[in-house]
């Protein structure tokens, strides 16, 4: 038995690059293969379910007509308007949270009795109060990343070891030595972790946001292709927002790799 | 309570660098307040090695942590060179059990942060540091990051770290504790080599009766249920000690003694 066929099994062992990547192209291709099968055999309506090519087409279609460019560039625009404001703020204050018990009153209780609230009945006040512009959509992913970020944040502060803290004392080190020096660094892994997986909430409420009112954008799109039964521009639009998902997933997970080199990881 | 007169006569034998007395904790859990320590007293001579053994839950991390300042005596003092010492500072340098590097800090980096802290420029610190990171025999590892290193070697480069800083008293908390029989051995003789080539002042806390005698001139024997140092013991074999040193007969005879008086506390 080759030796990476008894790794499979085993529990957090690593398996071969090779194998990994094979797998997870697999799970691309075999259910576009399915698709495609499903699509030409004519089984389903093409209504429901266009075909691969179809949807190809569309897609050609509207990148020489540019709109599809046009559509991602705004959608990302506000996912990165809304999240960077959401982490700007999260961030300091997630950490604070988890440094000083008394932040932890001041912000906890509230963060978690608003958190449970869904972020899209939020949408008539946020239309009453600053209209259906851009700053209702970057509003929209705020409140829906802001309030699970800054939670997750101070959970990755809560779990610097104590003794590392101590032994930076023992080390004649302030306490604002200690937070600079060791709390936030200390964090930073967990914290680009964490902003990595908020990020696909971003990517969420960017969709709901244009839903309601937008002229543009990617969930505006759907919205629109909806009306005139686009299925085939319906398809393509989710499959560009998992693709843009999926890339900026990629570009965190390098950065993060890059920037710290020191971090221990999993394999991958 | 007359401290001052108190320390006066504890100076006036030795030069004692750390004095512990009468140190008192006290932990109040469900209603209940359970005295972990009471009335704990010795002094550390300047430039000697001081090892407290007991049984696990006897309080002597307790001990140590109220002598480096992170925990608070319910009463008594902590002095060292006289001053009395309430919170943590450079002047007792600590190695704990579990591994403490900072994981985004190089080898060097993590010795050096001491000297950061107070402020030291960039090139002198590297430059002091390295002395450090030398003397531990891990010069091969200068620019590597704690997760390329063994336990035995995050537990050097700690030693190192905490001996950087210069502090008047090292305190250690089972700091072998984690690692296997074999690395720790190795670590033993390398403490002993360390100390040979600078002078320190080690408090040193242990469960591992023959660790403390190779290591120390004076052992405090701890007893429990309220914790207290319930003997001192000197130890009068001479130096160079080794791993050697385990199989003598001195050290056997003086063993023996040793495990008598454990039984009893």
């Given at each position: 038995m080759p030796t990476w066929l008894s790794q499979i099994?085993?529990?957090?062992?690593?398996?071969?690059?090779?194998?990994y990547w094979t797998v997870a192209a697999a799970t691309f291709v075999l259910p576009a293969l399915a698709w495609w099968l499903v699509a030409n055999g004519g089984y389903v309506d093409r209504l429901f379910l266009p075909s691969p090519a179809e949807v190809a087409k569309q897609a050609i279609v509207l990148a020489e007509n540019g709109r599809l460019w046009g559509d991602i560039g705004w959608s990302v625009y506000r996912v990165f308007a809304g999240f960077a404001?959401?982490?700007?703020?999260?961030?300091?204050?997630?950490?604070?949270?988890?440094?000083?018990?008394?932040?932890?009153?001041?912000?906890?209780?509230?963060?978690?009795?608003?958190?449970?609230?869904?972020?899209?009945?939020?949408?008539?006040?946020?239309?009453?109060?600053?209209?259906?512009?851009?700053?209702?959509?970057?509003?929209?992913?705020?409140?829906?990343?802001?309030?699970?970020?800054?939670?997750?944040?101070?959970?990755?502060?809560?779990?610097?070891?104590?003794d590392v803290i101590n032994v930076a004392y023992t080390l004649g080190a302030s306490r604002r030595q200690v937070l600079t020096n060791v709390v936030i660094p200390a964090s930073l892994p967990g914290l680009v972790e964490n902003l990595r997986i908020t990020l696909g909430w971003a990517w969420t409420y960017v969709i709901v946001a244009e839903?309601?009112?937008?002229?543009?954008?990617?969930?505006?799109?759907?919205?629109?292709?909806?009306?005139?039964?686009?299925?085939?521009?319906?398809?393509?639009?989710?499959?560009?927002?998992?693709?843009?998902?999926?890339?900026?997933?990629?570009?965190?997970?390098?950065?993060?790799?890059?920037?710290?080199?020191?971090?221990?990881?999993f394999h991958r | 309570m007359n401290i001052a007169a108190k320390l006066d006569t504890a100076t006036a034998t030795s030069v004692a660098k750390l004095s512990v007395r009468d140190i008192s904790r006290s932990f109040s859990t469900r209603g209940k307040t359970v005295e972990a320590l009471k009335g704990v007293s010795f002094d550390v001579p300047s430039g000697s090695f001081y090892s407290i053994i007991g049984h696990s839950g006897c309080g002597k991390s307790t001990l140590l942590n109220i002598v480096a300042g992170l925990d608070q005596a319910t009463s008594g003092v902590v002095a060292v060179?006289?001053?009395?010492?309430?919170?943590?500072?450079?002047?007792?340098?600590?190695?704990?059990?579990?591994?403490?590097?900072?994981?985004?800090?190089?080898?060097?980096?993590?010795?050096?942060f001491g000297l950061r802290m107070s402020g030291m420029g960039k090139k002198e610190r590297r430059e002091a540091a390295l002395h450090y990171v030398e003397l531990v025999k891990l010069g091969a590892f200068v620019d590597a990051?704690?997760?390329?290193?063994?336990?035995?070697?995050?537990?050097?480069?700690?030693?190192?770290?905490?001996?950087?800083?210069?502090?008047?008293?090292?305190?250690?908390?089972?700091?072998?504790?984690?690692?296997?029989s074999e690395t720790r051995e190795q670590m033993q003789e390398l403490l002993l080599n360390v100390r040979a080539k600078e002078f320190m002042t080690v408090l040193f806390i242990t469960h591992d009766i023959e660790e403390a005698i190779l290591l120390s001139e004076t052992i405090g024997i701890m007893a429990a249920r309220p914790g207290r140092v319930a003997h001192e013991f000197k130890i009068d074999l001479p130096y160079p000690r080794d791993a050697e040193t385990k199989i003598s007969d001195a050290f056997v005879q003086t063993k023996r003694r040793l495990i008598e008086i454990f039984k009893t506390v």
């Open positions: 099994g085993r529990i957090r062992a690593p398996v071969p690059a090779a194998l404001l959401a982490a700007i703020i999260a961030i300091p204050v997630g950490i604070l949270m988890g440094t000083y018990h008394i932040a932890d009153a001041v912000f906890e209780p509230m963060t978690d009795f608003i958190r449970y609230m869904p972020a899209a009945a939020f949408i008539p006040l946020i239309m009453l109060y600053v209209g259906i512009g851009e700053t209702a959509k970057i509003l929209m992913i705020f409140i829906g990343t802001y309030f699970q970020l800054v939670l997750l944040v101070a959970a990755v502060a809560r779990t610097v070891p104590i839903l309601i009112a937008a002229q543009q954008g990617l969930g505006f799109r759907i919205m629109e292709a909806q009306r005139f039964l686009k299925t085939d521009t319906i398809f393509l639009y989710i499959a560009i927002i998992g693709i843009l998902g999926l890339a900026s997933d990629q570009i965190m997970r390098r950065i993060s790799a890059k920037t710290m080199p020191w971090a221990e990881t | 060179d006289g001053v009395v010492r309430r919170s943590p500072g450079p002047d007792r340098g600590m190695v704990f059990q579990s591994y403490t590097l900072f994981p985004w800090l190089s080898v060097v980096e993590n010795v050096a990051y704690p997760k390329e290193l063994s336990g035995g070697m995050r537990q050097r480069v700690a030693m190192a770290r905490a001996l950087a800083n210069k502090p008047a008293v090292l305190l250690m908390d089972e700091p072998f504790g984690a690692l296997d």
